[in-house]
């Protein structure tokens, strides 16, 4: 178990890609990662007593991790960790036994997103930055030299990317970004664009394809999006909390009364069900996919203790779900399930073990805070410059008075 930091004020990057897991056969991998540093937890015999937790790297970063992804490489037969970080560097872990660093590479600016992508016995990590564009980097074999990778652009939007998604054929990616653009690209062709989603009003938060022909999105105006990836069509769109506001000026409405951002986290394939959740709130809502789209709320789960979640990951019947928790407060639980038709009940037995202790985490609306306070003040300083350019070349007299008159003035 990590030592308690003495930093306490560690944050999460939105939107929320901190917290991943892994599920293969009965071993089960949870990587959770805070400040400069993650931690690996692992279950290899799927009971409620085999978790293992290795001890984190004392500075896997020399600044804080912004994005992770997990991807089980089955044709090297291992288990591969990327960390980005926010001194532009990313690096790619073998936590196959224990965490072992595989490369690393330096990237022009900070990476927001990250995915794997696997075509064959080929893999490639796509990355997504701030300044909107996406970059391919080939992950060497194991038994390759890793010291020349070098990622390339593949794509690019107009604003900061804050998602990123594959499809489970890798035929496809989708990116979402803050001024509610979603592209769907084909992989690795990534210049021909299969669609643009259009419909949100407000940031895309997240971004899951639901197999092969559906992608669930969700965004800061309280939208959950139901789309044909193919075609761009939205399907079925829905609240999943009521009486939504408007969403304009947000940070000027009370926090009572503000729409909440809506995040889809994670997709079961074999019961077609979507895990969402909603700002602030404790709730995982799980909404059944039809083959059309339609999507119908099944089960809401409440997390005991009140405190919002953060993640909420499928591990083959289990939902991993993970809170915002003070130091010593349980973080992490197990809700389970005997079949993929049955529902999921809270295992109190089953526990994860603590990870990252000593850390805490800011929820996403002090992030999205940070972000909004950021653009006003670089509207308020673009007005000044307008305004005092506008200054030096302003008419002398009133342009409205009539020739007589001004001529009168001048006399």
Same mark, same amino acid.
């Given at each position: 178990?990590?030592?308690?930091?003495?930093?306490?004020?560690?944050?999460?990057?939105?939107?929320?890609?901190?917290?991943?897991?892994?599920?293969?056969?009965?071993?089960v991998?949870?990587?959770?990662?805070?400040?400069?540093?993650?931690?690996?937890?692992?279950?290899?015999c799927?009971?409620?007593?085999?978790?293992?937790?290795?001890?984190?790297?004392?500075?896997?970063?020399?600044?804080?991790?912004?994005?992770?992804?997990?991807h089980?490489?089955?044709?090297?037969?291992?288990?591969?960790?990327?960390?980005?970080?926010?001194?532009?560097?990313?690096?790619?872990?073998?936590?196959?036994?224990?965490?072992?660093?595989?490369?690393?590479?330096?990237?022009?600016?900070?990476?927001?997103?990250?995915?794997?992508?696997?075509?064959?016995?080929?893999?490639?990590?796509?990355?997504?930055?701030?300044?909107?564009?996406?970059?391919?980097?080939?992950?060497?074999? /194991? #038994?390759?030299?890793?010291?020349? =990778? +070098? %990622?390339?652009?593949?794509?690019?939007?107009? @604003? $900061?990317?804050?998602? *990123?998604?594959?499809?489970?054929c890798?035929?496809?990616?989708?990116?979402?970004?803050?001024?509610?653009?979603?592209?769907?690209?084909?992989?690795?062709?990534?210049?021909?664009?299969?669609?643009?989603?259009?419909?949100?009003?407000?940031?895309?938060?997240?971004?899951?394809?639901?197999?092969?022909?559906?992608?669930?999105?969700?965004?800061?105006?309280?939208?959950?999006?139901?789309?044909?990836?193919?075609?761009?069509?939205?399907?079925?769109?829905?609240?999943?909390?009521?009486?939504?506001?408007?969403?304009?000026?947000?940070?000027?409405?009370? /926090? #009572?009364?503000?729409?909440?951002? =809506? +995040? %889809?986290?994670?997709?079961?394939?074999?019961? @077609? $069900?979507?895990?969402? *959740?909603?700002?602030?709130?404790?709730?995982?809502?799980?909404?059944?996919l039809?083959?059309a789209?339609?999507?119908?709320?099944?089960?809401?789960?409440?997390?005991?203790?009140?405190?919002?979640?953060?993640?909420?990951?499928?591990?083959?019947?289990?939902?991993?779900?993970t809170?915002?928790?003070?130091?010593?407060?349980?973080s992490?639980?197990?809700?389970?399930?005997?079949?993929?038709?049955?529902?999921?009940?809270?295992?109190?037995?089953?526990?994860?073990?603590?990870?990252?202790?000593?850390?805490?985490?800011?929820?996403?609306?002090?992030?999205? #805070?940070?972000?909004?306070?950021?653009?006003?003040?670089?509207?308020?300083?673009?007005?000044?410059?307008?305004?005092?350019?506008?200054?030096?070349?302003?008419?002398?007299?009133?342009?409205?008075?009539?020739?007589?008159?001004?001529?009168?003035?001048?006399?």
């Amino acid at each position: 178990m990590m030592a308690a930091s003495s930093t306490t004020t560690d944050t999460l990057a939105f939107p929320l890609h901190r917290v991943a897991a892994l599920a293969d056969g009965a071993s089960v991998v949870v990587v959770a990662a805070s400040g400069s540093t993650f931690q690996v937890a692992r279950n290899n015999c799927g009971g409620a007593c085999g978790w293992a937790t290795e001890p984190a790297p004392a500075e896997a970063h020399a600044g804080n991790v912004s994005a992770v992804a997990l991807h089980r490489d089955r044709a090297a037969q291992r288990t591969l960790l990327a960390t980005a970080g926010d001194e532009k560097a990313v690096k790619v872990w073998d936590v196959s036994a224990e965490h072992r660093l595989c490369f690393s590479f330096n990237t022009k600016k900070r990476i927001s997103a990250m995915a794997f992508a696997q075509s064959g016995d080929a893999l490639t990590l796509l990355l997504a930055d701030k300044f909107g564009e996406v970059y391919a980097a080939r992950v060497p074999a /194991a #038994a390759e030299a890793a010291s020349a =990778v +070098t %990622p390339s652009v593949v794509l690019g939007h107009c @604003s $900061l990317v804050t998602c *990123l998604a594959v499809s489970p054929c890798s035929g496809y990616m989708a990116t979402g970004d803050r001024d509610e653009k979603l592209r769907v690209s084909r992989f690795p062709a990534a210049h021909m664009i299969e669609s643009f989603c259009m419909g949100h009003t407000q940031f895309i938060t997240n971004i899951i394809f639901c197999g092969h022909n559906l992608l669930a999105s969700g965004a800061g105006d309280g939208t959950l999006c139901v789309w044909d990836f193919h075609t761009g069509k939205c399907l079925h769109s829905l609240f999943p909390v009521s009486a939504p506001v408007a969403t304009a000026a947000q940070t000027d409405l009370p /926090a #009572a009364t503000r729409t909440p951002i =809506v +995040t %889809p986290t994670s997709y079961c394939l074999s019961s @077609s $069900l979507l895990a969402v *959740l909603v700002e602030k709130n404790p709730t995982v809502h799980l909404y059944s996919l039809s083959a059309a789209g339609e999507a119908s709320l099944r089960q809401e789960l409440i997390v005991p203790g009140g405190a919002p979640a953060i993640t909420a990951t499928f591990v083959g019947l289990d939902l991993l779900v993970t809170t915002v928790a003070d130091h010593d407060a349980k973080s992490s639980w197990v809700f389970r399930r005997e079949n993929a038709a049955a529902d999921f009940a809270l295992d109190e037995a089953h526990v994860l073990p603590a990870l990252l202790s000593g850390h805490a985490f800011r929820g996403p609306e002090k992030q999205l #805070a940070e972000l909004v306070a950021t653009l006003v003040e670089r509207q308020y300083m673009r007005k000044v410059f307008v305004d005092k350019h506008a200054s030096k070349h302003k008419p002398q007299g009133n342009e409205d008075e009539p020739p007589q008159k001004k001529q009168k003035k001048a006399e």
